[in-house]
């Protein structure tokens, strides 16, 4: 049996004073986390608002899902390309335009007359986001003054990105309320504006990775990773068995088969084969795609559940998923602390069984279920999250070398950003199959157990960690 080699906590004298550059190292932490926040809260601010864009902008019904689907899918299928050009140009110099390139395109959002122009706009900030966010994991590691920092910052960043969706339909659901839905792209102008005068009075430049740029392998992997998101996007609509379905997919898989055949033979490849050829990490991306794919697909439910079934008001609607942001960041003050103590496979196994009982209950609702009757699951679902996405985070990024950090960043980010893609075109379809009309249960229940067998998926995952060996120490991996 092979054996994989995990971290895990070493005793050592507390320090007696903090790094001289502790202050200055905070301060770009939070800078970064901030920007990484704002990227992530988009992915959902707008879901609360889409009737009120839908009345404005004269959308379609099919059409309105592209609001959604257009940051998504650009924001999926570019996050390998964006790793890359961090490794390649510097990551703080590539974070800095991906930001600008959000930044700018969310004031374009906010300003649309017009559904095309919003949803031009929205594919746009995708592509800003996917640029910029492989850089944040980089550029948090480099700017914390040691190994207790960078603990930190990694469970700080993975509260960000595990709650950011459900802080996101708060938030949406506030400005929509208190001014409009406009603000719900507004809001990043001067978050974004002031983390691109700051961030470089507080973050160092990276090194940067010299060679040629794999250009056939960022074709491919862009081109296959959107066609396949771009296809499971609209099966709901055009049905799994259409040609439109059964060619998109088909166009991936070739376009995926590509990248692999190119990245095995190339210099400088933008995908590095030795990251798939961990057995930890290939489990902890697996875990990622499936945990986030329920978990979206939960969102998309829960929002019309609240909002149809309840008659209740996008803020309240917002407020109504509170239980797991604040979940989710309590426990990132301690899940560092638990992962040195008891290692990563064990929170991820508690985490996983968490979300798959969550789900498991939301599937069982009964005809007269309200708020309270969900609120254990939205709890219980923010406490797995919060235990799961740092030790999966830890995992992934576990002997993997500095220079190689935005690469495997963009593969952990792509993992999840695809898996939430998947698992939302996946339980719309179920929930579409055994809709029936006046009764948002019946298939909404289909649905929450389709999230139940994903989540059951990344529990047999993590179970599959158990039989490797725990020992001290990584060794990095050959570059």
Known sequence: MSSTVLP????????TELPPNASRAAAGIFIVLLAQLMLVLDATVV???????????????????????????????????GGRLGDVFGRLRIFRLGLGIFTLFSLVGGLAQSSEMLVASRALQGVGAAIAAPSVLALLTTSA??????????????????????LGLILGGILTDAISWRWTLFINVPIGLFVLLTVHRFVAETPRRPGRFDIVGAIAATGGAVSIVWALINAPEHGWASARTVAGLALGAVLIGLLAATEQRVAHPLLRPALLRSHHRVASLAIMATFYGGMM???FLMVQFLEDSLGFSPLVTGLAFLPMPLSIFTLSRITPRLVGR???????????????LGF??????????????????????????????????????LGVEPE???????????????????GLAVITSVYAAHAIPGDFLHGARWGFGTSAILASIALVSAVSLVARRVVARPQPEAA
């Not at 895990?8 to 320090?15: D, F, G, Q, S």
């Open 145 to 166: 003054p040691d190994e207790a920092a960078r603990n930190r910052a990694l469970g700080l960043f993975t509260a960000v990105a595990s709650g950011g969706g459900a």
């Open 342 to 356: 008891f290692g990563q496979v064990p929170l991820m196994l508690l985490g996983t069984l968490g979300m798959t």
């Open 47 to 81: 879901n609360v608002a889409l009737p009120h864009i839908s009345t404005d902008l004269h959308f379609s019904p099919a059409g309105l899902s592209w609001v959604l689907n257009g940051y998504t899918l650009a924001f999926g299928g570019l996050l390998l390309l």
């Open 8 to 15: 895990r906590a070493h005793k050592a004298p507390l320090p």
């Open 297 to 299: 697909a939960m969102f």
């Open 404 to 422: 190689h950090a935005g690469a495997a960043s963009g593969l952990l980010q792509t993992m999840q950003q695809l898996g939430g893609s998947v």
């Open 360 to 397: 498991a209950r939301l599937a069982v609702l009964g005809s007269g279920a309200g708020y309270w009757d969900v609120f254990p699951s939205l709890l219980t679902l923010g406490i797995s999250a919060g235990l799961t996405f740092m030790p999966i985070t830890s995992l992934v990024l």
